[in-house]
């Protein structure tokens, strides 16, 4: 009996310790469970702990920690989980939930991971479809009336993006000289004081006339997959 009121002790604190940390490595449990691999493996699954999509999923978090935004996306530190389960899980479920599919640079900004490490998998997934729409490639949900709607509402979203003048485009292209590596929501932001039209999509828009957007492997919404 004793013995089994110190394993119970041990549980409670290092739940303590677990919430406190707010993320953990099954290593870190250990040392807090003062037990095996297994051990913590099996405390993990009955305390119904959500796992990083990035990170190599070695982080873990209680369900009564975690905080999802709107698209289900909760991230602490370097670590980031999803509502949805693993990356594979979270981008088909962010891509099908979504009004009007999502790019790959869109979906990178999204799960704050490079989009060249993971999108080339969803290119045949049966659960999306991939067509190019306004210039950029679209991950699009399979169904074929979601689909159907979420192209509908791209197009109409590529049509509604205002241009931005001449003098508009000159500030922002300055601003990208000075931070080539910056996403178009980034650009934005530092603009929003006294370019107010500088929107990501207006921004977007912009450099995809001029041909601006280059082709390769980070994650900012400057990029875009060909």
């Known amino acids: 009996q004793a013995g089994m009121q110190t394993t119970s002790e041990i549980v409670r604190r290092a739940l303590r310790q677990f919430g406190l940390a707010r ?7 250990m040392v807090f469970l003062e ?5 913590a493996q099996r405390h993990l699954k ?10 190599n999923s070695i982080y873990y978090a209680l369900p009564a920690v975690v905080e999802f935004d709107v698209n289900g996306l909760w991230r602490h530190r370097d670590a980031c989980f999803s509502s949805y389960g693993n990356l594979v899980e979270t981008v088909t479920g962010l ?6 599919g999502l790019t790959a640079a869109e979906l990178g900004e999204m799960l704050a991971v490079n989009p060249h490490s993971f999108i080339s998998r969803f290119r045949s997934h049966p659960a999306l479809h991939r067509e190019k729409i306004g210039g950029r490639f679209v991950y ?7 689909r159907a709607r979420q192209i509908a509402a791209r197009r109409e979203t590529e049509c509604r993006v205002e241009q931005l003048s001449d ?7 300055v601003e990208l000289i000075k931070d080539p ?46």
């Open 167 to 173: 003098g508009e485009a000159v500030v922002v292209l």
């Open 181 to 226: 590596g910056s996403s178009c929501a980034e650009l934005s932001q530092r603009l929003q004081t006294h370019t107010p039209q500088a929107t990501p999509q207006a921004i977007e828009a912009l450099l995809l006339r001029h041909d601006l957007l280059k082709k390769g492997g980070t994650a900012d919404s400057l990029r875009r997959e060909h």
């Open 140 to 146: 699009l949900a399979a169904t074929t009336a979601i």
């Open 46 to 55: 009955n305390w119904g702990c959500v796992t990083s999509y990035n990170c």
């Open 23 to 29: 993320i953990v490595t099954l290593s870190e449990l």
């Open 95 to 100: 891509v099908c939930a979504s009004a009007a």
């Open 35 to 39: 037990c095996s691999r297994r051990t």
